[in-house]
């Protein structure tokens, strides 16, 4: 009976046998994985990296990107490719080179720019009573000589406090001043051509006047402007006014 008895010890170490070898197999492959990833993190032994260039040379047969090759990126393009290089120095050294104050024909220095001067003479006309042509009664006085220049002088010595001067002319338009006592004014023609009538009031009382002294002239004057010229009761210059000198 014994003897057709299986043998469990060849079984058992039969099994043995192969779960050790199992073991060292998966021992062996894990190595392998290990080897083959820490070496494929080294860089080829043919490739070098430069500093300077920042560009990487693989091999001997590999084109390789030069230092000087990078400059055409970085500079800017010409404006105009087309012109000739020599062309584009004639023109930097013609700019240069130009001076405007040397005439480019001759060579010889440009004149100055003239600038137009026009002189200033300034001419303060004066008002006068020549009396030449006047009219006086009741302490009053028109003078008239210088209508054509383009005013009338009047003066007023009587005892009056309020006299005033109405001057018409050949537009209708009156106009009215005050007189003051022994001063002789000068009172300007504006209507233009024409007649005009110039009328001296007394006060009589309140804001009654009366009529002391009348004059018709016909007036002719030299220029249209003469009448704004002169000074005036109204405006008043000499040649030392800040507006003249």
Known sequence: MLAHRPSYSIFYKTSLYCLMFGISMMITGCAHVTDSSS??????????????????????????????????LDAPAPLDSSEPASSQQENAEATASFDPTVSPTTGAAAPSPVVATRATQLTVRVATAPDTMSKSGSGATIDFSNCAE?????????????????????????????????????????GGDGNYTANIFENVSGSEYALVLSKTLRVQLTSSLLPYLYPNQYVRFTAQSAAVA
């Not at 070496?39 to 070098?48: D, E, K, N, Y």
């Not at 406090?161 to 001043?177: E, F, I, R």
């Open 39 to 72: 070496t494929a993190a080294l860089p080829h032994p043919s490739a070098a990296v430069s500093a300077n260039s920042m560009f990487v040379s693989v091999s001997s047969d590999t084109e390789t990107l030069a230092p000087s090759d990078t400059a055409s």
């Open 150 to 190: 383009g005013y009338i002088m009047v003066k007023y010595s009587g005892s009056n406090s309020k006299v005033k001067l109405q001057l018409t002319g050949p537009n209708a338009v009156t106009y009215t001043y005050c007189l003051q006592k022994d001063c002789t004014d000068a009172f300007p023609l504006t």
